[in-house]
């Protein structure tokens, strides 16, 4: 807007900024009090306006007015310490950097601050990344995403976050040999941090956890964590990463709908949490069914709003499982379509109290037209 003038923070502002980020860059956490080649103290950072200090600034022009952004101009919920190349990246493409999401990572970043400094000895924990390599497009998980998200929950990360590569599928596809190898791969690194971190610690850290692969290996993942640890689970979102989409979202109510008829058949259940599963799907894995449906009122991949969701998902599971282990002895048949967070907590549920049989069925590759098969006994 022509004829605007740039009005800039004042010292004492700018002051109170560089304290409460502590010197370091609030979105790549650089050091920004010492010169990283004399090593001597120096002051890198630039204080940053996430509202524009003018309507013609990045994020100014959606009806602010040069009163109402003045008006900001020294508050310190509008400004951040950058290292000048964050500074730089957000004022050149602000589209890449709305006003809102830099203001939550703004306060996420501060609550970390507040918790180092209060309460990390508290709640120590060790980072774990698992990736599965079946995929058509290859899903990375950031370690320093992981360890953003831990320090958003309020658990300290004693150390980077260990990655565990899954193995690539052999000739004979996720087969028993495969899952035993999973199995076997994931209690070795498991029990190795654990152990190390303990050994720091003296007693069990949380575990904060962020995973993507086949469902029967999130399962297994979820058995080897168990039911009883400390644990921090995490959910991919194609927007926000590893951020909650909406942190206060309430969970939408789950629905159990049984078919009335085949009563007698081998009990199905079928989780539908992330898509649909049709019945055909399932009768042509295992015939003459009897089907019960744990379904959510609208199934999406983005089930997975906030914690909550995965704490609801876990209490309204296993109300349904008492009552279909109560039923019969024989193994109960799953069919699932749950996001990976949710088939962590599915194989943790089943680590402790539930001692029945599950067969865990999953979509063949896709030249099998993604028929369900039998791919583990638990």
């Not at 508050?75 to 990246?89: E, I, R, V, Y």
């Not at 980077?160 to 495969?178: A, I, K, M, S, T």
Request: aromatic content about 6%.
């Amino acid at each position: 807007m022509a004829g605007t003038k740039r009005i800039d923070a004042g010292s004492k502002a700018k002051d109170a900024v560089w304290i409460r980020a502590a010197g370091h860059c609030e979105l790549c956490s650089k050091d920004l009090t010492q010169d990283r080649i004399t090593l001597t103290p120096k002051k890198l950072g630039e204080v940053a306006h996430i509202l524009p200090a003018s309507p013609d600034g990045p994020r100014g022009s959606d009806g602010h007015s040069v009163e109402s952004l003045a008006a900001l101009t020294d508050d310190p919920g509008n400004l951040m310490l950058l290292c000048g190349s964050c500074h730089t990246s957000i004022d050149k493409t602000p589209e890449g950097f709305p006003a809102s999401d830099l203001t939550d990572r703004h306060n996420a970043y501060l609550a970390s601050i507040r918790f180092a400094a209060e309460d990390a000895h508290a709640n120590p924990g060790a980072g774990l990344i698992v990736l599965g390599k079946h995929f058509t497009t290859r899903v990375r998980i950031e370690p320093s995403d992981l360890q953003k998200a831990m320090w958003r929950d309020r658990v300290e990360p004693l150390r980077p976050p260990l990655v565990v590569d899954l193995p690539e599928l052999g000739q004979d596809g996720r087969d028993d040999r495969y899952y035993r190898n999973v199995r076997t791969i994931l209690e070795d690194h498991i029990t190795r941090e654990l152990t190390h971190a303990r050994g720091i610690l003296g007693d069990e850290p949380w575990v904060g956890l962020a995973a993507i692969a086949d469902i029967p290996s999130l399962m297994i993942l979820g058995q080897v964590i168990g039911d009883r640890r400390r644990r921090k689970l995490y959910s991919l979102d194609r927007h926000t990463g590893l951020r909650w989409s909406d942190p206060d979202a309430i969970p939408q109510p789950f629905s159990v709908v049984e078919d009335q008829g085949n009563t007698a058949g081998p009990l199905a259940l079928v989780l539908s949490i992330s898509a649909n599963v049709p019945d055909r799907d399932v009768l042509a894995a295992l015939p003459k069914a009897h089907i019960v449906r744990f379904a959510a009122t609208e199934p999406a991949y983005a089930y997975v709003k906030n914690e909550k969701s995965i704490g609801h998902f876990r209490d309204q599971l296993q109300r349904t499982l008492s009552d279909l282990e109560a039923r019969s002895p024989d193994p109960i048949h799953v069919f699932a379509a749950i996001p990976a967070a949710l088939a962590v907590e599915f194989g943790a549920l089943l680590s402790t109290n539930h001692r029945h049989g599950y067969r865990i069925y999953d979509r063949d590759p896709p030249t099998n037209a993604f028929r369900f098969h039998l791919s583990l006994d638990v």
